[in-house]
């Protein structure tokens, strides 16, 4: 998982669920795999733990995580799918608008740019599929 | 009431300095007690080693004077409220001077026994030796000791209470008040009774000195007259200094 | 539950120091006590801990009010500015004494801890210097298990190594065993996203009391070009602003609208030191 950003314009709790989607949709914690607990996200990453609590209670409310009483917590099935189709809804919103808004600040064509998006693609082919910088 | 561990740390407090002062006091009678075998002394001379517990009353007002700040800090650091530590002063209090009365009746017991056999010295308790000077009751052995004992015991916790009192007083002055008290008071004895005198047998014709000298021999009187007495007016003074030091400890604020 | 504090002033010579506070903690919390210099967090502390007496005003400690029921004192550590360890005592003795005070201080997690951070045992405390004097103070705070634990300044001459250390083990202590934690600091920016929420004080005052989220999610700072910046304010509640040559940033009070925002300025959160200076300078 990446770092927090503590400057960041998005508030601690909700880099910490968006990193966890983001490891979970990379693979890093499988569906039905056990994630680290609210103690370890706060040691590691140095935040309250009502902050931790609060970005993977995120989750848990989107199903996409679930609590095990005195076990701990585990990705849940089908995880993956519903943060695929989450992500994809907010695709356009998220970078199409400001990839083309700052396109336009630059004095980038819409040609030049699908060139780009074109280019971009063949290289990133092969290479594992959903990971952003 | 958390005075329990305050209680065992002003113990603790106490302990290396009892020690250091026994071991002192025991060289040191030894070596002048030693010494009379040594020097050439002319026949039948006795050397005689009274009274341990002066000595003792003295270090236990100097060490009254110096064990203050460090338990009160030390008590509000780690959850002592000030009532606490009081009550477990008084405690440790109670227990260092029954031990050192104690110990200094033993003492004075050991170079009685020491000086018995060679004959060249003596040993005397400080209330024999004040009892011989100016009670003289009649006394068993045990009531002897007993007395002993009990005197040193009263008169250790009057000296302890009036060193806690006098670093309290300071410690909650002012400035300028620790100057005034600090300056007035030897100032006050020293130069006040002559100029009163002065004073008294220029304007009123000794009718000061007249009126004072019988309450003051009466107090005396009263107060130093037999044992029982004295005993009486040391627990008294304990009780009081004890009083007047709560009552500065109440509103003490760490500094 | 908790500590109330109520009304509390104090004032030292001419100086007031308390001008009438009140507040509560609740159980099981990070505080953050911020402030600058002189705006009272140590003279605060003080008064909750009965070392020294409010003028006006009244600390309540699990309900009980410490300056008369002394046992409330025995809930709480504080961890503070002066020293009140004696004169030569060393750092091994301290931690026995500690645990003759407080049974539940766990005399071998303060050993590990002394370990890790190198803070030598047989030390008298008195001689440590400032960067081991806080270690000292910090270790023996984290191994006291009282229910509340205030600590002044508890960072104070540590190096940048030895507080990520601190701030780990407090979150680890803290998930293991929860209780209240009150740390006065003027390093915000290191502690920021470690408290729940913080009490801001100015001049004696209590400015704000509110959780870190809810606090920063006040206001925003908006950046970009200064004539476009100054235009956007207009009419808005602005903290301040700063201003590097031809760009400005300037802090916002208010819900964020990123659709009314023009193009050429760009949105960010506030942080909580650019808002503390705001705040209290």
């Known amino acids: ?133 | 009431m958390k005075w329990y561990p305050s209680f065992r740390f002003q113990l603790d407090d106490y302990k290396k300095g009892v020690f250091v002062y026994y071991v002192v006091i025991i060289a040191v009678t030894l070596f002048f007690g030693g010494l009379s075998f040594v020097l050439s002394m002319p026949e039948g001379a006795v050397t005689i080693i009274s009274g341990i517990s002066a000595i003792t009353g003295i270090f236990l007002f100097v060490a009254g004077l110096c064990s203050f700040k460090e338990t009160f800090l030390m008590g509000l650091q780690n959850g002592v409220g000030r009532k606490s530590s009081f009550w477990a002063r008084q405690a440790a209090m109670g227990v260092i001077c029954a031990v050192l009365a104690v110990m200094d009746e033993a003492l004075t017991l050991l170079f009685f026994a020491l000086g018995y056999t060679s004959g060249r010295w003596r040993a005397r308790s400080l209330f024999e030796e004040l009892n011989a000077m100016s009670w003289k009751m009649e006394l068993s052995l045990g009531g002897n000791i007993l007395l002993s004992i009990l005197f040193s015991y009263l008169l250790f916790l009057a000296l302890s209470a009036l060193g806690y009192f006098i670093t309290l007083l300071f410690y909650r002055l002012p400035v300028v008040g620790k100057v005034l008290v600090g300056a007035g008071v030897p100032l006050s004895i020293s130069i006040l009774p002559p100029l009163l005198k002065m004073a008294d047998t220029a304007f009123f014709h000794e009718a000061g000195r007249r009126a004072l000298y019988p309450a003051a021999e009466a107090f005396g009187k009263m107060a130093f007259g037999a044992a029982p007495q004295t005993m009486a007016f040391c627990l008294v003074l304990a009780a009081l200094f004890s009083l007047f030091s709560w009552l500065l400890l109440r509103r003490a604020p760490v500094k | ?281």
């Open chain 3, 1 to 281: 539950m908790g500590i109330s504090v109520e009304q509390v002033a104090k004032r030292f010579h001419t100086v007031q120091a308390l001008k009438g506070i009140s507040f509560h903690l609740e159980k099981q919390k990070i505080y953050g006590l911020l402030g600058r210099n002189g705006a009272g967090k140590s003279t605060l502390l003080n008064v909750m801990t009965t070392r020294i007496f409010p003028e006006l005003g009244k600390v309540l400690i699990d309900e009980k009010d410490p300056f008369t029921q002394e046992e409330a004192l025995s809930q709480v550590f504080l961890a503070g500015e002066q020293n009140c360890y004696p004169e030569g005592m060393r750092v091994r003795e301290a931690f026995r004494w500690s645990k003759v005070f407080f049974p539940g201080f766990d005399a071998d997690y303060a050993k590990r801890l002394g370990e890790s951070f190198g803070l030598p045992e047989k030390t008298k405390i008195r001689s440590l210097s400032t960067g081991y004097a806080s270690i000292f103070k910090l270790v023996t705070a984290l191994s006291v298990n009282t229910p509340y634990v205030l600590l002044d300044e508890p960072v104070l001459g540590l190096d940048a190594n030895h507080r990520e250390l601190f701030y780990r083990l407090l979150l680890e202590k803290y998930a293991q065993h929860p209780f209240t934690v009150v740390i006065s600091t003027h390093l915000i920016e290191e502690i920021a996203s470690l408290l729940e929420e913080v009490l801001i004080l100015k001049e004696g005052k209590l400015l704000c009391q509110e959780p870190v989220e809810e606090l920063l999610s006040r206001g925003y700072t908006v950046s970009g070009n200064t004539c476009l910046v100054e235009q956007y304010v207009q009419g808005r509640q602005v903290l301040g602003t700063d201003q590097i040559g031809g760009l400005c940033s300037a802090y916002v009070l208010g819900a964020v609208d990123p659709e009314s925002l023009p193009e050429g300025l760009e949105l960010s959160r506030l942080d909580l030191q650019k808002l503390f200076i705001q705040m209290t300078s």
């Open chain 1, 1 to 133: 998982m990446a770092g927090i950003d503590f400057n960041s314009e998005k508030p601690i709790f909700q880099q910490l669920s968006e990193g966890l989607e983001d490891a979970i949709l990379v693979g890093a914690f499988p569906e039905e795999a056990q994630i680290p607990s609210i103690t370890e996200f706060s040691v590691q990453y140095k935040i309250n733990p009502a902050t931790a609590l609060k970005g993977v209670n995120l989750l848990v409310e989107e199903n996409v995580i679930y609590k095990k009483r005195g076990l701990g917590m585990f990705v849940a099935e089908g995880a993956v799918e519903k943060l695929r189709k989450k992500r994809r809804e907010s695709f356009c919103g998220r970078f199409v608008c400001s990839m083309v808004q700052e396109a336009k600040r630059l004095g980038i064509s819409e040609e030049e740019l699908s060139q780009m998006v074109k280019k971009s693609y063949k290289e990133q082919s092969g290479s594992e599929p959903g990971k952003e910088g």
